[in-house]
Nanobody, 118 residues
């Protein structure tokens, strides 16, 4: 399994960014795709998740502004997160996470930096 994340950058407050994570070389189904972020000086936190059946979960601070989606094709999963109405508090390094139920497995992509200027 390989994860490749992209889409971070510098944006002004109120702007938008779209993060993408491509999971390739999948043999067993990926049950859950998630985006985490780590703000400066803070622990990594879960931002949004999407399950294989389509159910989504969001941390309260991003509800109504962020939207996560996934596209499963053959042995590849692409998870995207559309981030609108970005705020300075959204600044951080965003990490893609893929979780598999059976056999159990968890994989992380490299972080992508999102900087929101106020």
């Amino acid at each position: 399994v390989q994860l490749q994340a992209s889409g971070g950058g510098l944006v002004q407050a109120g702007g938008s960014l779209r993060l993408s994570c491509v999971v390739s070389k999948i043999i067993f189904k990926i049950d859950e795709m998630s985006w985490y972020r780590q703000k400066p000086g803070a622990q990594r936190e879960l931002v949004a998740s999407i399950h294989s059946g389509g159910r989504t979960d969001y941390v309260d601070s991003v509800k109504g502004r962020f939207s996560i989606a996934r596209d499963d094709v053959a042995n590849t999963v692409t998870a995207t997160m559309q981030m609108n109405g970005l705020q300075a508090e959204d600044t951080g390094v965003y990490y893609c996470n893929a979780r598999r139920g059976f056999p159990q497995g968890e994989y992380w992509g490299q972080g992508t930096l999102v900087t929101v200027s106020s």
